[in-house]
């Protein structure tokens, strides 16, 4: 279908029913986005590897000389700082993938589900995804949605404003709950479009010491799937029934992008 292409009766009435219910608030919308500063939590490599630049505002003119009418800045960022999407090509697995820009925006809108194990994380930051707990989630819940969004909630946004808390470092590493290595193989298995987490990254603090390192970005990324992380606000959408919209820069070449993540939640769901 093009832009001139006429649309059906019902397609129109469709969007305007959305449009009504939006505006009626019987559709709510829910940002799952943290909002990105210099102080949003980062990762943090260990030495050798190199880590990305925080995000940064570089003023250029702000009702002045240099700009008398308007205010620009340039923007100084890495492409994995805040809620960020995470591309095929991020990864190793995924080289000869999709990039940001070629990511068919399709797979960028679908039906969500929430996992909720942010009783387990509370009791063990170390907590991993088991291929059993996810098969336990479908037989209460159905199953994972096909070409949709597994949103794996920890109750880690509650750190959100904090990089210490965030990361949860100590000498033995970072200790943050995520996804075990035959989990995350399972996954990437599926039909799902992506999976997003509310930590630093889609793979548990410590998941370099699992084989193979960084699992879920290994077999997610080498199945053409997509990675969102610090996400907020999970505790606000049902088990099923929501809509996510991801909406990354399209970044030709990029491996990753800040993210406007949000979704579309039924009152009363």
Aim: aromatic residues 8%; charged residues 15%; hydrophobic residues 40%.
């Amino acid at each position: 279908m093009t832009a001139d292409t006429p649309r059906s009766p019902a397609t129109l009435g469709a969007l305007d029913g959305l449009l009504t219910a939006l505006d009626s608030g019987s559709v709510e919308i829910v940002d799952l986005t943290n909002r990105l500063s210099s102080a949003t939590p980062t990762l943090r490599l260990p030495e050798p590897f190199q880590n990305l630049i925080d995000f940064s505002l570089e003023t250029v003119s702000a009702y002045d000389a240099p700009g008398p009418f308007w205010r620009h800045a340039n923007i100084h960022t890495g492409e994995h700082i805040g809620t960020h999407l995470d591309a095929p090509i991020h990864w190793v697995s995924g080289r000869d993938s999709h990039d940001v820009a070629d990511i068919p925006v399709r797979r960028l809108i679908g039906p969500a589900v929430v996992l909720d194990f942010s009783a387990e994380a509370a009791a063990d930051p170390d907590f991993l995804l088991e291929v059993g707990h996810v098969q336990a989630w479908e037989a209460e819940h159905g199953p994972l949605p096909a070409g949709g969004w597994v949103l794996y909630r920890t109750g880690w946004d509650r750190y959100a404003q904090d990089q210490e808390a965030f990361l949860n470092t100590d000498d033995t590493g970072s200790h943050t709950p995520g996804v075990s290595a035959a989990c995350a193989a399972w996954l990437a298995g599926t039909d799902i479009a992506g999976f997003g987490v509310e930590t630093v990254g889609i793979d548990a603090g410590n998941a370099a010491a699992l084989e193979p390192p960084f699992p879920v970005h290994y077999h997610l990324m080498g199945s053409d799937k997509y990675g969102i992380t610090s996400l907020q606000n999970l505790a606000q959408l049902p088990v099923r029934g929501a809509v996510v919209v991801v909406a990354p820069l399209p970044i030709v070449g990029g491996s990753g992008s800040p993210s406007r993540v949000l979704a579309l939640v039924p009152r009363g769901a």
